[in-house]
């Protein structure tokens, strides 16, 4: 498959993202901590897996949406660790027989003893999750003084992290700890725009000026459209002419996931009817396909927007190239939640656009 569609995607699936792939290389072969901020279904995750496999970094991952608790991020947490002293499968050994496991490996560890026979005394205590955690993260630190090379840990859907736990602020404490780790890159990613902003952007938040700020643009019209060009190529594919290509891409508004699954279709088509020159009827045909199929998720954006006053007026009205009616001071409040929602990028002073192509397009065609 040429375009592959709805998970994560590297190597050869990987296009374009050449810019921003350099600014982070330059960030994770310093070790710098990064945070990357994308709408819902613009690659970020992928952009981030594909970044460390370029430089064959072995990293911690974690994506917040999947821990329904906190005990289950401790757990993937420890693992990760003992993994770094050089030990497998760790936590099923000490759940087997704790006993045998500390003489087992008190003397093949990587680190020092004091600090592994440390590990073991924290994963046997009773203390309470959220004091669990602060003491992992502080293990995590002291290991990272130990070894050799810094540690790259994910921490995918960062704004869910808050769901760990109702006892404590969960951004409060980590930031508290890892606050003083030296060698270890911490990577921080998020789709809810809103509340990503609010935990590194806001003066009063834990996580100020704790780590870099990336934004995911658009993909890049001219890298990705050779690159599209040579993978049809690969399967002696041609476009009927080269402004067929730029019209489709302007279309999508180089949003990475529409834009994949319209040329997936466009793939698919001309394998099964085994057709050799895409043209403008094969494009329109597939984008409306993909229209079609991603119709519910545009609905439940709308009907995001419509819990909050104006956001759907002012959208709406961008779309149809209409007149807003809000004072200058609201419309900049609105238009800035838009933003911070996913469904708005900030161009320059008072110019925005839609992300969503599928979502402009249902505006377009909907009546107020």
């Known amino acids: 498959m040429l375009f592959p569609y709805g998970k994560v995607v590297i190597n050869e699936a990987f296009y374009d993202r050449h810019e921003i792939r350099t600014s982070i290389h330059r960030l994770l072969k310093a070790a710098q901590s990064f945070m990357l901020k994308a709408p819902r279904r613009y690659g970020k995750t992928s952009l981030i897996k594909q970044t460390l496999l370029d430089i064959e970094q072995e990293h911690f991952y974690v994506d917040f949406r999947k821990i329904p608790r906190l005990e289950v991020f401790n757990m993937q947490l420890m693992e990760y660790i003992y993994a770094q002293m050089g030990l497998q499968g760790a936590i099923k050994q000490i759940q087997e027989n704790i006993i045998t496991f500390l003489k087992t490996h008190r003397t093949t560890v990587k680190v020092d003893a004091a600090l592994f026979e440390a590990s073991v005394e924290l994963f046997a205590s009773d203390k309470d999750e959220e004091d669990k955690l602060v003491a992992i993260l502080e293990l995590l630190g002291k290991l990272s003084k130990e070894l050799e090379y810094p540690l790259y840990i994910v921490f995918d859907e960062f704004q869910d992290a808050v769901n760990m736990s109702?006892?404590?602020?969960?951004?409060?404490?980590?930031?508290?700890?890892?606050?003083?780790?030296?060698?270890?890159?911490?990577?921080?990613?998020?789709?809810?725009?809103?509340?990503?902003?609010?935990?590194?952007?806001?003066?009063?938040?834990?996580?100020?000026?704790?780590?870099?700020?990336?934004?995911?643009?658009?993909?890049?019209?001219?890298?990705?459209?050779?690159?599209?060009?040579?993978?049809?190529?690969?399967?002696?594919?041609?476009?009927?002419?080269?402004?067929?290509?730029?019209?489709?891409?302007?279309?999508?508004?180089?949003?990475?996931?529409?834009?994949?699954?319209?040329?997936?279709?466009?793939?698919?088509?001309?394998?099964?009817?085994?057709?050799?020159?895409?043209?403008?009827?094969?494009?329109?045909?597939?984008?409306?396909?993909?229209?079609?199929?991603?119709?519910?998720?545009?609905?439940?954006?709308?009907?995001?927007?419509?819990?909050?006053?104006?956001?759907?007026?002012?959208?709406?009205?961008?779309?149809?190239?209409?007149?807003?009616?809000?004072?200058?001071?609201?419309?900049?409040?609105?238009?800035?939640?838009?933003?911070?929602?996913?469904?708005?990028?900030?161009?320059?002073?008072?110019?925005?656009?839609?992300?969503?192509?599928f979502l402009r397009d249902e505006l377009i065609d909907a009546s107020f």
């Open 166 to 357: 109702s006892k404590i602020d969960i951004y409060e404490m980590m930031r508290a700890e890892i606050q003083h780790h030296e060698n270890i890159c911490y990577i921080f990613a998020g789709s809810n725009m809103t509340m990503m902003t609010t935990i590194f952007e806001t003066k009063s938040a834990p996580f100020y000026n704790f780590a870099r700020k990336l934004t995911l643009a658009p993909f890049e019209k001219s890298e990705l459209g050779k690159e599209i060009i040579k993978a049809f190529r690969s399967r002696g594919v041609v476009f009927e002419n080269d402004a067929l290509l730029d019209t489709l891409i302007d279309r999508c508004g180089g949003h990475p996931a529409n834009t994949m699954l319209v040329l997936q279709m466009v793939e698919f088509k001309m394998l099964d009817e085994d057709i050799k020159t895409i043209t403008q009827a094969i494009i329109d045909e597939c984008y409306q396909a993909a229209q079609e199929e991603m119709h519910d998720l545009v609905m439940e954006y709308l009907k995001e927007m419509r819990t909050k006053e104006h956001l759907h007026d002012v959208i709406f009205r961008m779309a149809n190239h209409q007149k807003q009616i809000l004072d200058p001071s609201s419309l900049q409040q609105k238009r800035k939640y838009l933003v911070d929602m996913g469904h708005l990028r900030h161009i320059r002073r008072g110019e925005y656009e839609i992300i969503d192509n």
